[in-house]
């Protein structure tokens, strides 16, 4: 993971619009990301939600759909850029059944970090 430690990456979930540190079991939110960079080069976006259904898209947001279970959920996303950029983390989403919820925000796992974007 080069650059890994240096790297500035946050994700936030919502659930209708608001704000939220758990999601319910089988409901429909949104994962956001912020990335603190300093290349200007347009970003792409590939993600993909493990268990949940996610509707498709190119952006540093996403919709995921939750199985109705109360097994985790993890998102994965990859982003890279036109210069050879590369950063792919994971997302684990506490829902509010598990001892998970408890834990303060999301955090974002820095999987793979080439130092490019």
């Given at each position: 993971?080069?650059?890994?430690?240096?790297?500035?990456?946050?994700?936030t979930m919502s659930h209708n619009g608001k704000p939220i540190a758990a999601?319910?079991?089988?409901?429909?939110?949104?994962?956001?990301?912020?990335?603190?960079?300093?290349?200007?080069?347009?970003?792409?976006?590939?993600?993909?939600?493990?268990?949940?259904?996610?509707?498709?898209?190119?952006?540093?947001?996403?919709?995921?759909?939750?199985?109705?279970?109360?097994?985790?959920?993890?998102?994965?996303?990859?982003?890279?850029?036109?210069?050879?950029?590369?950063l792919s983390g994971s997302i684990a989403v506490p829902l509010k059944t598990?001892?998970?919820?408890?834990?303060?925000?999301?955090?974002?796992?820095?999987?793979?970090?080439?130092?490019m974007l």
């Amino acid at each position: 993971m080069n650059n890994a430690a240096s790297r500035k990456v946050s994700a936030t979930m919502s659930h209708n619009g608001k704000p939220i540190a758990a999601a319910e079991p089988g409901s429909t939110i949104v994962l956001d990301l912020q990335i603190q960079r300093t290349n200007s080069s347009p970003l792409n976006y590939r993600w993909d939600p493990g268990p949940a259904e996610l509707v498709a898209t190119n952006a540093a947001s996403g919709t995921v759909k939750l199985p109705p279970g109360a097994g985790e959920t993890v998102a994965f996303v990859e982003i890279t850029n036109d210069d050879g950029g590369l950063l792919s983390g994971s997302i684990a989403v506490p829902l509010k059944t598990t001892a998970s919820a408890s834990q303060s925000g999301l955090v974002f796992k820095i999987l793979d970090d080439n130092g490019m974007l």
